[in-house]
């Protein structure tokens, strides 16, 4: 098999509800995304998949959608004025710590048709996590 891997950053705020710890409090990151992608053959250009490819399917959406916004469990009580305030909010379903903003990535990639293997997020420089199926 063959796998490539782009390498994507964005920067995204967050709190995490429900947790004793200080990431109850609004702060931001600086996420470098890892998005692996895996064929058994290669294609007739002999590559997995273009990087370029990659880049405008997920950088472009992670662009749009996560970039410079507050990624916030849906409930929260900080949507309401943020949005009353028109700053940019992503909303989850549940918790949006790094192994769900993961998740999240990885199910778009594969909604975009890309072959993904595996998602890693760096939330910062030495912790990361990753979403495989
Ligand atoms: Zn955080």
Known sequence: MYLVT???????GHRLLDYD????HPHGHNAVVEVDVRTD???NRNMVADF????RLVKGWIDRELDHKMIL???????????????????????PT???I???????????????????VWETPS?????RA
């Open 6 to 12: 782009k390498r994507i950053e964005f920067c995204y």
């Open 21 to 24: 710890g200080v990431c109850k």
């Open 52 to 55: 370029a490819d990659i880049k």
């Open 73 to 95: 469990r849906e409930d929260d009580p900080l949507v309401a004025p943020l949005e009353a305030l028109g700053e940019p909010v992503f909303k989850l379903d549940s918790n």
């Open 102 to 120: 993961c998740k999240l990535i990885y199910d778009m990639a594969r909604d975009q048709g890309l072959p993904v293997v595996a998602v890693r």
């Open 41 to 43: 053959e290669l294609d």
């Open 98 to 100: 790094v192994e769900r």
């Open 127 to 131: 912790s990361f996590a990753e979403y």
